[in-house]
């Protein structure tokens, strides 16, 4: 048996991932990762082959490749005298409809088509993430200001994202990069490429071939292994502060409690009442209470002086809304819906010369495509916020903008400002565009912004 199989083996037993003797879907993307998983899990001393299901998702996004992707693992599980499942789903247009991005849009479609398959089967479903994976996530939510939870990475065993009741397991979380590798080279495992993960337009790619990359070469190689052990102490902290969240009995009262257990305790009611929770949802209730806060058009939250987290009465005046839509800008063009605007982008080849073709509208905006990043966020007002109006010197309290532009107080928590990749805020309806992100003389693509309501 191969030394690599060998530990894998060992730490499937440890975890005791598969037990029983149910049905094991192996999800494979043709890639290099889930190919080295299906094949350790085939190894005829682990046992478990007879009990594999092998499954693939087509997220049609890359054409005739991405058809040749189902093609190549379908024909992999026949070598191995597995059953195959497939589904495919058009990614571009979930991402469209929601606003959260093609990553987003595509791991949501995959995981209901395993979420379904797991049903149907009575089966646990195996994933390919590795120990690299485990690093590029926590820089990840480290730059998008993840608490220790996040920080902590994804779970040998989980629950799938879409279904509560489906178990999701991750062999090879434990596996660095470099051991797959070696092992799908001594073993002559084919595997597909996917041009898509070399392009740094995507967030995870530009963690792995450039963050990691400088860190290793700046630091050493040890920076992985001490990120892995700070990702292990994140969860073991997270693990205690949840326990005291769980056992509060509402003694002391919530205002005497460490800061660290109030955040919980105002997490897992959020989770209770199917809210999504944020750094800055859970700042805001656990601060103040009584303190108004919609959270979805029509659904308003409030914490009382006793730490309980409850719906505000529809009539309540909120002080300011926490609802937000997160817009990929990877494509060639996309549009939104939020805060009853639609809201459209589109990237065009040019500069100054092309921005002054375009004129002026009422309606639109242009701007400096590269500076915006990939990923902007659609949301509201919240106070604190500062901005830069193109043509003025340094930042201003976005509420004393609206004051200078003589907006109504009750209208300026319905306004729609967007947030650049970087965190600072590239436009605001009705004022001017952020100095920042104008076209120049060394812009080479722009970005055409369009709104209607």
């Given at each position: 048996?191969?030394?690599?199989?060998?530990?894998?083996?060992?730490?499937?037993?440890?975890?005791?991932?598969?037990?029983?003797?149910?049905?094991?879907?192996?999800?494979?993307?043709?890639?290099?990762?889930?190919?080295?998983?299906?094949?350790?899990?085939?190894?005829?001393?682990?046992?478990?082959?007879?009990?594999?299901?092998?499954a693939h998702f087509n997220h049609q996004l890359r054409g005739a490749d991405s058809d040749a992707d189902a093609a190549f693992v379908g024909e992999a599980a026949g070598q191995l005298g597995?059953?195959?499942?497939?589904?495919?789903?058009?990614?571009?247009?979930?991402?469209a409809e929601t606003g959260e991005g093609i990553e987003a849009a595509a791991r949501q479609l995959r995981h209901r088509f395993f979420?379904?398959?797991?049903?149907?089967?009575?089966?646990?479903?195996?994933?390919?993430h590795h120990a690299d994976d485990q690093i590029e996530t926590f820089f990840l939510r480290l730059l998008r200001g993840a608490g220790n939870r996040g920080l902590a990475g994804m779970q040998p065993i989980a629950s799938s994202p879409t279904d509560s009741g489906v178990t999701l397991v991750r062999p090879l979380l434990g596996i660095r990069r470099d051991e797959i590798?070696?092992?799908?080279?001594?073993?002559?495992?084919g595997f597909r490429e996917d041009t898509t993960n070399t392009d740094t337009r995507f967030f995870r790619n530009r963690v792995r071939h450039e963050l990691l990359p400088q860190l290793a070469g700046q630091f050493g190689a040890?920076?992985?292994?001490?990120?892995?052990?700070?990702?292990?102490?994140?969860?073991?902290?997270?693990?205690?502060?949840?326990?005291?969240?769980?056992?509060?009995?509402?003694?002391?009262?919530?205002d005497q409690l460490s800061i660290a257990v109030q955040r919980q305790v105002v997490q897992r009611q959020l989770f209770a009442l199917g809210v999504e929770s944020s750094f800055d949802l859970v700042e805001a209730l656990r601060l103040e209470a009584g303190r108004v806060i919609e959270v979805a058009p029509g659904r308003r939250l409030q914490r009382n002086a006793g730490g309980q987290v409850e719906l505000a009465a529809s009539a309540a005046v909120p002080e300011f809304s926490m609802a937000k839509c997160e817009v990929s800008l990877?494509?060639?063009?996309?549009?939104?819906?939020?805060?009853?605007?639609?809201?459209?982008?589109?990237?065009?080849?040019?500069?100054?010369?092309?921005?002054?073709?375009?004129?002026?509208?009422?309606?639109?905006?242009?701007?400096?495509?590269?500076?915006?990043?990939?990923?902007?966020t659609l949301r509201h007002w919240q106070p604190g916020d500062r901005f830069q109006p193109i043509g003025q010197?340094?930042?201003?309290?976005?509420?004393?903008?609206?004051?200078?532009?003589?907006?109504?107080?009750?209208?300026?928590?319905?306004?729609?400002?967007?947030?650049?990749?970087?965190?600072?805020?590239?436009?605001?309806?009705?004022?001017?565009?952020?100095d920042a992100y104008k076209v120049t003389d060394s812009t080479r693509e722009l970005l055409l912004f369009s709104w209607r309501g």
């Open positions: 048996m191969h030394p690599l199989a060998e530990k894998v083996g060992d730490i499937i037993r440890a975890q005791n991932f598969f037990p029983g003797s149910g049905n094991i879907i192996v999800a494979v993307s043709g890639g290099i990762d889930s190919m080295a998983l299906l094949h350790l899990l085939a190894t005829p001393g682990l046992g478990l082959r007879d009990r594999l299901v092998v597995r059953p195959f499942e497939s589904d495919s789903g058009d990614t571009q247009q979930l991402a979420a379904r398959l797991a049903n149907r089967l009575g089966a646990v479903v195996a994933l390919a590798i070696e092992y799908v080279t001594q073993k002559g495992i040890s920076v992985s292994r001490q990120v892995l052990k700070a990702m292990q102490l994140c969860g073991d902290d997270t693990d205690c502060i949840d326990d005291l969240a769980a056992e509060w009995p509402g003694e002391p009262p919530f990877v494509g060639q063009s996309c549009e939104a819906e939020f805060g009853g605007l639609k809201i459209g982008w589109e990237r065009l080849v040019g500069g100054l010369a092309k921005w002054s073709e375009l004129g002026q509208d009422e309606s639109s905006e242009v701007f400096d495509a590269e500076s915006l990043g990939q990923e902007i010197a340094g930042t201003a309290k976005l509420q004393d903008l609206f004051v200078n532009q003589k907006i109504p107080k009750a209208d300026r928590r319905k306004l729609v400002v967007a947030e650049a990749a970087d965190g600072r805020l590239f436009w605001v309806q009705k004022l001017r565009i952020a």
